[in-house]
């Protein structure tokens, strides 16, 4: 677990992600620090919101890996397939099961899962990035998916790290380690400066205010997905 310092933190603010995080900082806030995020890291979230939360999010993390494969079919270097069938294959053959295993400790059981409808937050969500992706670019499917990839990460920090965290007898525990371990912050780091490394061959400075709008949508969507557990 990394500690609460400057070196640490300093990184969701470099390059062109931090950029696009600071120019939609009201959106970014609201979305890092909803009242889900709270109760979750207090350990107050009530157990049967968490439940709908877990099924709606393995609906999406679906959707969210048909993203990372078109991505791949975009791509216009190897170097680019790569790092994408890198995310893609962690999501498919780690997170994804991992998930399931995490949702089966709950109560949960695949067939309910796979039966379960999809929510309006998250039709919303998954219509946005699929269509989105399509539409776009390599460069635009990059910006659709850091806002959940980095951000995840920055609350899994932010809560790990808060001074009032106790993790003794806490119900969410496995679930923010997951996302405040070592491992998911190098994959946090290889994003951002992934976006560096291809933001001037795809004119990233020249379509700025486009993908800013898109970035800020995407931020947005995942806000109000936190709210799927009150369904």
Same mark, same amino acid.
């Given at each position: 677990?990394?500690?609460?310092?400057?070196?640490?933190? !300093?990184?969701?603010?470099? +390059?062109?992600?931090?950029?696009?995080?600071?120019?939609?900082?009201?959106?970014?806030?609201?979305?890092?620090?909803? $009242?889900?995020?709270?109760?979750?890291?207090?350990?107050?979230? $009530?157990?049967?919101?968490?439940?709908?939360?877990?099924?709606?999010?393995?609906?999406?993390?679906? =959707?969210? !890996?048909?993203?990372?494969?078109?991505? #791949?079919?975009?791509? /216009? !270097?190897?170097?680019?397939?790569?790092?994408?069938?890198?995310?893609?294959? +962690?999501?498919?053959?780690?997170?994804? $099961?991992?998930?399931?295993s995490y949702c089966k400790q709950w109560g949960i059981e695949i067939d309910f899962i796979e039966n379960e409808r999809k929510s309006i937050e998250?039709?919303?969500?998954?219509?946005?990035?699929?269509?989105?992706?399509?539409?776009?670019?390599?460069?635009?499917?990059?910006?659709?998916?850091?806002?959940?990839? #980095? +951000?995840?990460?920055?609350?899994?920090? /932010?809560?790990?790290? =808060?001074?009032?965290?106790?993790?003794?007898?806490? $119900?969410?525990?496995?679930?923010?380690?997951?996302?405040?371990? =070592?491992?998911?912050?190098?994959?946090?780091?290889?994003?951002?400066?992934?976006?560096?490394?291809?933001?001037?061959?795809?004119?990233?400075e020249q379509r700025y205010p486009m993908i800013l709008r898109k970035f800020k949508e995407v931020v947005q969507l995942e806000t109000a997905f936190?709210?799927?557990?009150?369904?």
């Amino acid at each position: 677990m990394f500690d609460n310092d400057k070196n640490t933190y !300093s990184l969701f603010s470099e +390059g062109l992600f931090g950029r696009l995080r600071q120019d939609c900082q009201k959106e970014w806030q609201q979305f890092i620090h909803h $009242p889900f995020v709270k109760a979750l890291g207090k350990g107050s979230l $009530p157990a049967e919101e968490f439940r709908k939360y877990l099924v709606q999010d393995y609906l999406y993390l679906l =959707d969210y !890996s048909r993203v990372e494969a078109l991505a #791949i079919y975009k791509s /216009n !270097s190897l170097w680019e397939m790569q790092y994408f069938l890198s995310l893609l294959k +962690g999501l498919i053959e780690i997170e994804l $099961p991992l998930h399931l295993s995490y949702c089966k400790q709950w109560g949960i059981e695949i067939d309910f899962i796979e039966n379960e409808r999809k929510s309006i937050e998250l039709i919303a969500y998954s219509q946005y990035l699929l269509t989105k992706s399509m539409q776009g670019d390599f460069l635009d499917i990059v910006i659709l998916v850091l806002p959940c990839l #980095i +951000g995840y990460g920055e609350i899994g920090l /932010n809560l790990l790290n =808060d001074q009032e965290f106790d993790k003794r007898d806490h $119900p969410y525990l496995s679930w923010l380690e997951t996302y405040g371990s =070592d491992s998911y912050y190098s994959l946090v780091k290889k994003s951002i400066m992934f976006l560096d490394q291809i933001a001037f061959q795809y004119g990233a400075e020249q379509r700025y205010p486009m993908i800013l709008r898109k970035f800020k949508e995407v931020v947005q969507l995942e806000t109000a997905f936190w709210n799927v557990g009150k369904k």
